[in-house]
């Protein structure tokens, strides 16, 4: 009985429907937004238009017009930019403080600290920096960075102790094997699981930290375009144009949830 030739072309869109998701279609979706908002808006965002306030949905403005008579939509799209550049930066930062406090906090001191830290909300923090350096992009970072590392080191912390005490480990050092590639190449890479779920959570969480920061006045300057300053400029006028409330809603629920949501698949 002969068996049934593979077809390469069906086999390779099977093995890549496993991979595509609401949640990756979405983010796929916002990357080309970021990418084309790099050389490309509608409109300016920098100059208000007294003739086109509120306007509702055409074929000139696909998502209306806001209080001051910007495009709808070239402030999604610029706000897309701004808060993808946050995004990336504070993940990366928040990985590199969690992994380096996850390691140190084999010594005492920095495990105190670590667990004092924890406990202080990320709008004490950046209510601190804001007191002192004035409301900005960079208060958003810092103190996001800031609060996330110290979870991000506490959950880390019992996974690296549990490795280090494998028989793996004890044998590599046995061996003669120095303690810094026995963490790259057999620690770290054994946290890349626990890391992926982690950092997606932070990602999302820190779209929603700027979106709220911002509308307490502790983000984003007026005037930098950010889905926060989007939602913060048009709230008082849910009533009246909620559309302009809306879009940015929508920007920020979706990819947080999407965030969220590629990280619990991780998990599952």
């Given at each position: 009985?002969?068996?049934?030739?593979?077809?390469?072309?069906?086999g390779?869109?099977?093995?890549?429907?496993?991979?595509?998701?609401?949640?990756?279609?979405?983010?796929?979706?916002?990357?080309?937004?970021?990418?084309v908002?790099?050389?490309?808006?509608?409109?300016?965002?920098?100059?208000?238009?007294?003739?086109?306030?509120?306007?509702?949905?055409?074929?000139?403005?696909?998502?209306?017009?806001?209080?001051?008579?910007?495009?709808?939509?070239?402030?999604?799209?610029a706000?897309?930019?701004?808060?993808?550049?946050?995004?990336?930066?504070?993940?990366?930062?928040?990985?590199?403080?969690?992994?380096?406090?996850?390691?140190?906090?084999?010594?005492?001191?920095?495990?105190?600290?670590?667990?004092?830290?924890?406990?202080?909300?990320?709008?004490?923090?950046?209510?601190?920096?804001?007191?002192?350096?004035?409301?900005?992009?960079?208060?958003?970072?810092?103190?996001?960075?800031?609060?996330?590392?110290?979870?991000?080191?506490?959950?880390?912390h019992?996974?690296i102790?549990?490795?280090?005490?494998?028989?793996?480990?004890?044998?590599?050092?046995?061996?003669?094997?120095?303690?810094?590639?026995?963490?790259?190449n057999?620690?770290?890479?054994?946290?890349?699981?626990?890391?992926?779920?982690?950092?997606?959570?932070?990602?999302?969480?820190?779209i929603?930290a700027?979106?709220?920061?911002?509308?307490?006045?502790?983000?984003?300057?007026l005037?930098v375009?950010?889905?926060?300053?989007?939602?913060?400029?048009?709230?008082?006028?849910?009533?009246?144009?909620?559309?302009?409330?809306?879009?940015?809603?929508?920007?920020?629920?979706?990819t947080?949830?999407?965030?969220?949501?590629?990280?619990?698949?991780?998990?599952?």
């Amino acid at each position: 009985m002969c068996a049934s030739k593979w077809n390469p072309i069906e086999g390779g869109i099977l093995a890549f429907r496993k991979y595509i998701s609401p949640e990756i279609i979405w983010l796929a979706f916002i990357f080309i937004m970021f990418v084309v908002s790099l050389f490309w808006t509608p409109y300016s965002t920098d100059v208000a238009d007294g003739y086109n306030i509120l306007k509702e949905r055409s074929s000139s403005h696909i998502m209306g017009t806001s209080a001051s008579g910007k495009d709808m939509f070239s402030l999604i799209l610029a706000g897309c930019k701004t808060t993808v550049f946050i995004c990336t930066i504070t993940t990366l930062l928040t990985a590199f403080l969690g992994i380096l406090l996850a390691f140190s906090c084999h010594f005492s001191a920095v495990r105190i600290v670590v667990d004092i830290f924890i406990a202080v909300p990320t709008i004490i923090v950046a209510m601190v920096l804001a007191a002192s350096l004035g409301g900005s992009l960079f208060c958003v970072v810092a103190s996001c960075s800031f609060s996330y590392s110290m979870v991000l080191a506490r959950i880390l912390h019992p996974e690296i102790t549990r490795f280090e005490g494998s028989d793996l480990v004890k044998s590599l050092r046995a061996l003669g094997c120095s303690k810094l590639r026995v963490v790259v190449n057999h620690i770290l890479p054994n946290l890349l699981g626990v890391l992926f779920v982690q950092l997606t959570t932070v990602a999302a969480t820190v779209i929603l930290a700027e979106a709220g920061l911002t509308y307490l006045g502790y983000g984003a300057p007026l005037g930098v375009p950010t889905w926060g300053e989007a939602l913060r400029s048009s709230s008082e006028l849910i009533r009246v144009a909620p559309a302009s409330v809306i879009w940015p809603g929508i920007f920020i629920t979706l990819t947080s949830f999407s965030l969220i949501s590629l990280g619990k698949k991780k998990t599952s």
